[in-house]
């Protein structure tokens, strides 16, 4: 089962998919590690919110996935 990503927005165009399955634990740097090059540098992008099932963190270093749970990037609304 492991840890599902959703990626939103540009992060789900550059992954070529809107979520991800991510092996458990998972921390913010084990999460940038398993990313692509480009995605995990548009993720660390500090205007992207990072939630754990539903709750948006204050701080990505508190990202503390484990099975089962869904994490969600979640870059800047833009619109017009």
């Not at 540098?41 to 948006?56: L, Q």
């Amino acid at each position: 089962m492991g840890v599902r990503v959703v990626l939103l927005g540009r992060l789900a165009d550059l992954a070529g998919t809107p979520e991800l399955a991510l092996a458990a634990p998972l921390d913010w740097r084990g999460l940038i590690d398993a990313l692509p090059p480009a995605l995990a540098e548009a993720a660390a992008d500090p205007r992207n919110k990072v939630a754990v099932n539903g709750a948006v963190l204050g701080e990505k270093a508190q990202l503390a996935a484990r099975e089962g749970d869904e994490v969600a990037l979640l870059p800047p609304v833009s619109g017009g």
